[in-house]
């Protein structure tokens, strides 16, 4: 996240001496509504209009983004035409002379293929045209070029030439930040996928042959389990949404729970203190289902007794705080450290560095997990989950 406030702080930069150069040029005695001096309006109305353009932008470069944004880039240019285009063609034209695009997208093929701006003059037969002079400011991320701006102005400018260049840059950077938000959602539907691959085949295959044994003795309870069987791959295996609801992951948890239970019977003892007013937290999907799933593991674990396991979902404030706590066999923090920086992966370590990787990439580091442990003394982990975080919002509770 600090490489994104970067970004945009040297982003805005261009546009503060743009703002700033613009209020010199239009200076008057008077303020203007309370606004300071001529060059501070300036300055507001420059960042005000960026602020505009920033959030299509960020969806990438695509027709209908680069149609919310035009107009308001080319007021940040103050010319009489301005066009973004693609690789392919120009996306949208705002302003007079949109006879031009054919001979624009001819003389982009330099600029796109090179990288570097150009201006040049336009022909045109059209004698109250008042676009003769284009210039050219190629869209580059990563050093690739994606497209480029294309100011058009009555005559040619020095002072429009570098303007241009400023403000190519700026949307430069916001296209840059929807490639890193694109690369962050494949990075954790990638995630999702590997945690899927590790729903343990041993839980698949004994939890079927529990059903299985409930056929003949008790063909309703048989049922039952199958029931809470396939909602429970239903719910892992669901194809769309990054995010759920806590109360959409406490239900998966009971149905993996009610397999649990009919396999170690009285061995298995969990009890559940959930808040009403936290069930509608957003959070990762199959973020708590793992961890849950480790605590049997490790509660079941060399123990002939009862394993206790206890789910507590709590009001916070601005957070929810989730814990899950069970008096198993525990691990050695060493060994701990080790799984949660992915340079071992222990059947004793089912998707705790999978969901402690995700929960900081979406809500920062201060929010990954918190855990307790030691041999022999079970395991208590702690989530603490914000009740709103930009972009993170559940695709809807699925139909049970």
């Not at 420059?46 to 602020?51: D, E, Y």
């Not at 990563?142 to 294309?150: E, F, K, N, Y």
């Not at 241009?164 to 990638?190: F, K, M, N, P, Y």
């Not at 069987?229 to 149905?255: K, M, P, V």
Request: with cysteine; glycine share 8%; hydrophobic share 45%.
């Amino acid at each position: 996240m600090s490489g994104f406030v970067a970004g945009l702080c040297v982003a805005v930069l261009p546009l503060l001496a743009a703002g700033f150069w613009l209020g010199r040029r239009t200076a008057r005695p008077a303020n203007l509504a309370g606004l300071g001096s001529p060059v501070e309006h300036a300055t507001f109305q420059t960042l005000h209009t960026a602020s505009l353009a920033a959030p299509p932008l960020r969806a990438g470069l695509t027709e209908e983004t680069a149609r919310k944004s035009a107009r308001k880039l080319r007021s940040l240019l103050g010319t009489d035409a301005l066009c973004l285009a693609d690789l392919k063609e120009v996306l949208v034209w705002d302003g007079v002379g949109d006879h031009h695009r054919s001979e624009i997208m001819e003389r982009l093929a330099g600029p796109l293929e090179t990288g570097r701006g150009e201006a040049f003059p336009l022909t045109c037969d059209t004698p109250d045209c008042s676009v003769r002079w284009a210039v050219v400011a190629p869209l580059t991320v990563d050093d690739r070029v994606h497209g480029a701006l294309v100011a058009c102005a009555p005559r040619e400018s020095a002072v429009l030439v570098r303007a241009a260049g400023e403000v190519a840059r700026w949307v430069s950077v916001q296209l840059e930040l929807a490639d890193l938000d694109q690369s962050r959602t494949r990075l954790i539907e990638a995630e999702i996928k590997a945690l899927r691959a590790q729903i343990s085949p041993h839980f698949i295959f004994n939890s079927l042959a529990v059903i299985a044994s409930f056929v003949r003795t008790d063909p309703e309870r048989a049922r039952e389990l199958l029931l809470e069987f396939a909602d429970f791959t239903r719910y892992s295996f669901r194809r769309h949404g990054d995010f759920t609801t806590l109360a959409d992951e406490l239900h998966a948890i009971d149905h993996y729970l009610a397999l649990v239970r009919a396999r170690f019977g009285d061995r298995l003892a969990v009890t559940l203190q959930i808040a009403p007013e936290v069930l509608p937290v957003t959070l990762p999907f199959l973020c708590l289902q793992p961890l849950v799933e480790n605590a049997v593991k490790h509660g079941l674990e060399g123990k002939s007794d009862t394993c206790h396991i206890q789910i507590t979902a709590q009001d916070a404030g601005a957070e929810a705080l989730v814990v899950i706590e069970d008096d198993g066999a525990g691990m050695h923090p060493g060994l701990l450290r080790r799984i949660l920086a992915g340079e071992i992966s222990p059947s004793g370590g089912i998707g705790l560095s999978n969901v402690d990787d995700r929960l900081r990439q979406v809500y920062g580091d201060d929010h990954g997990l918190v855990i307790e442990t030691a041999v022999g003394a079970g395991m208590k982990i702690t989530i603490r989950l914000p009740k709103y975080q930009p972009g993170v919002h559940s695709a809807g509770r699925l139909a049970q």
